[in-house]
């Protein structure tokens, strides 16, 4: 297990590296001056725009500036933004956690909901709840996302008036945002009305992660009844039905454990499709997150912020999935030897 | 033949088919027979209810937008932006993807693994966050989102086809091939090929679903084509406002990418179940 966490950190590491070579170089690609992309100095600013070229290293190789601009990345100096000309580091913390709040929140629905559901449809292979939830799933798996928020906004947004329609919670109740996470900010806030601060912030919440969490909960639903079914012809399991063991705790203790091992491999990827619907849904319900800042970026070319938001999110789903990779191999070590037999 | 034969024993996938043949259909002959331009203006008659509500009218069958286009050729005429592109940005990719790909799983030793590595970097940042970047550099407008989603798409397929050439090299048979004496141009396209079919076929109807999704977000998010051009997801962005007073504006634009991206959804998977049905039977 050590030979392979230090093997796929290494990998991580070197990706990331490769990373940092992609965003340095999106400044030269971007149009304008790749300091100013860079740093977010502009060049009407001349005094601290020369400085910032030595600084930088501007005056000698590229390989200078890169390294120059990697010990920048590492120490958290992203620049500023072109617009605000507040530093994209700081900025980008609180949008992090707003968008790692949503996201979370809906791998989770997705993750309850789902692998339920894909058991119930692997126990009933075949019969009518079977065919409702597979055809369910296959349906909703292709319904773009931001027509499904659309949907949803028209359907209890607008006519049945059960949940307003975007941002995260009613400004009337003037929550300061320190963290980034409506919930938590209420949490820690002094305000009288924490209860009724919260039931608000829920209801904000409910549409924007049902939109997120049914595309992962339909592939979850999917990857499951496959798996279970795979896993309930194995012969351990007709040899623990001959034994007599009843069906839910032949279910819930022996196929159940194994079949979710195919699952668990499959939430990173999940989680990389859930981000780019992180981004459309954000900018759909106005949520402050990443996603919405990004494309806000891309339409007042607010390179630095653009190169940020790319690090963070390209950063965080490598992030997961080395997580989910290395979960994976440790608890199902049979996995293991495969990989190391293949090497 | 085989395989056609199992996929057509299947119901839904013929419906599919037939689904997607019509909209095709639809898009090569919207120029014909969509009953006005897509971006004529009827200033008498705006927002307009489709024909089967009480106020609609039979000669606007889906009704009209907010400027008084008539919605039923816009969408005909849209299909070419929202199938129609994504149908040659994925043969485009398909074809030189498919090329490195196979090339590169043909290669060995370090320079494959390090483009292995490479490769996986760009895959795991999503395509429509890989867009949105190219956008960025080269700004909004229907040239760019098609080099963008065709650059995005390359790797993919490059990805895919490497993989599975990659497991078929090793297998006895093209061993046995390579021992009679056959040129690295036979083994790949004579022994190899038709062996990775299935995989080519999945990754096309994935790209194509892919394309058409992202297509469809960069313009509802008015970084892809530009209006007036009936673009769907261009529209649906459009309709956001309207969505109180003329709610069909929002529903027949995406009713009509839902079909679209099932249909081929639904495709996808029986084909791939009906070819892994002729593997297991052969």
Redesign the interface.
């Known amino acids: 297990m050590i030979r392979y966490t230090l093997r796929r950190l290494m ?1 991580l590491i ?2 990331l590296w ?2 940092s070579i ?1 965003a340095f170089s ?1 400044n030269y ?3 304008g001056d790749p300091l100013t992309n860079m740093t977010g100095v502009r060049t009407s600013d001349p005094l601290l725009y020369e400085q910032l070229q030595q600084a930088r290293g501007f005056d000698h190789s590229i390989v200078l500036q890169y390294t120059n601009y990697f010990s920048h990345i590492v120490s958290g100096d992203w620049g500023q933004s072109l617009v605000t000309q507040r530093p994209v580091f700081e900025d980008m913390q609180v949008f992090f956690v707003a968008t790692l709040e949503l996201s979370l929140l809906a791998m989770l629905v997705a993750f309850l909901a789902g692998v339920p559901l894909g058991v119930l449809a692997a126990v009933r292979q075949r019969k009518l709840s079977d065919r409702i939830i597979m055809g369910v799933s ?2 909703s ?7 499904l928020a ?2 949803f ?2 359907l209890f947004a ?1 006519k049945l008036n059960w949940l307003p329609i975007t941002g995260q919670i009613n400004p009337l109740y003037n929550i300061d945002n320190r963290t980034g996470s409506i919930l938590l900010d209420i949490w820690f806030s002094d305000t009288d009305y924490k209860l009724s601060a919260l039931r608000d912030a829920a209801q904000h919440l409910v549409l924007p992660v049902a939109v997120l969490a049914i595309m992962p909960l339909t592939m979850l639903v999917r990857i499951t009844r496959t798996a279970t079914l795979e896993v309930l012809q194995q012969n351990y399991i007709r040899a623990a039905r001959a034994r007599g063991l009843s069906e839910p705790h032949l279910l819930w203790k022996h196929a159940l454990p194994n079949a979710m091992q195919p699952v668990v491999l499959q939430l990173g990827l999940q989680f ?2 859930l ?2 619907n992180t ?2 849904t954000e ?1 759909i319900f106005n949520w402050p997150g990443i996603g919405s800042w ?2 806000k ?3 007042e ?1 607010d ?1 630095p912020v ?1 190169q940020g938001t ?1 690090l963070t ?2 950063g965080l ?2 992030l997961v ?1 080395v997580l989910v990779e290395l979960y994976h191999a440790w608890r199902y070590p049979q996995v293991r030897k495969e990989l190391y037999a293949e090497h | 033949m085989q395989v056609w034969i199992n996929f057509q024993s299947n119901p839904f996938a013929l419906s599919a088919l037939y689904c997607f043949g019509f909209i095709t259909l639809m898009m090569i002959l919207a120029p014909v027979l969509s009953p006005f331009d897509a971006n004529q203006q009827f200033s008498d008659i705006i927002s307009l209810p489709p024909s089967w509500d009480d106020d609609g009218k039979m000669r606007y069958f889906f009704g009209t937008d907010d400027l008084g286009r008539d919605m039923l050729s816009r969408i005909m005429h849209g299909a070419r932006y929202s199938l129609g592109y994504p149908i040659l940005i994925v043969l485009f990719a398909g074809i030189i993807g498919t090329a490195l790909g196979a090339g590169a799983g043909m290669t060995r030793g370090l320079k494959s693994s390090t483009l292995n ?2 490769l ?2 760009l895959l ?6 890989l867009a ?2 190219i ?3 080269l ?1 909004p407008s229907l040239e760019n989102v098609v080099i963008a989603l065709s650059l995005v798409l390359i790797p993919q397929f490059i990805h895919a086809v490497r993989n599975a050439v990659h497991d078929e090299i090793y297998k006895d048979y093209v061993v046995a091939a390579k021992l009679n004496g056959c040129s690295t141009w036979y083994i790949l396209t004579r022994v190899i090929l038709p062996n990775i079919t299935t995989v080519i076929v999945m990754q096309t109807t994935l790209a194509l ?1 892919t394309a058409i ?1 992202d297509i ?2 960069l313009g ?4 892809g084509v530009q209006p007036p051009a009936p673009e769907w ?1 261009t529209m ?1 962005a459009r ?2 406002d309207q ?2 007073l003329s ?1 069909w504006l ?2 027949l634009p ?1 009713l009509a ?2 079909l679209t ?2 249909s ?3 495709i996808g ?1 029986s084909l791939r179940a009906a070819i892994q049905e002729r593997i297991r039977n052969s």
């Open positions: 990998l070197i990706t490769l990373l992609l999106l690609l971007f149009p296959l349906s798996y292709s319904i773009p996302v931001f027509w659309q949907l906004i028209l607008v990389s499709i981000i780019t981004i459309i900018a990004l494309i970026g891309i339409y070319r390179y653009i790319l999110l390209a789903i490598l999935n | 590595h490479l996986d970097v795991s940042i999503p395509s429509l966050l949105l970047i956008i960025a550099i700004g679903s999704l469809a977000a509802f998010l008015g970084l997801g649906l309709s956001l969505v109180y709610p929002m529903i995406g990418l839902f991206v099932f081929i959804n639904v998977d």
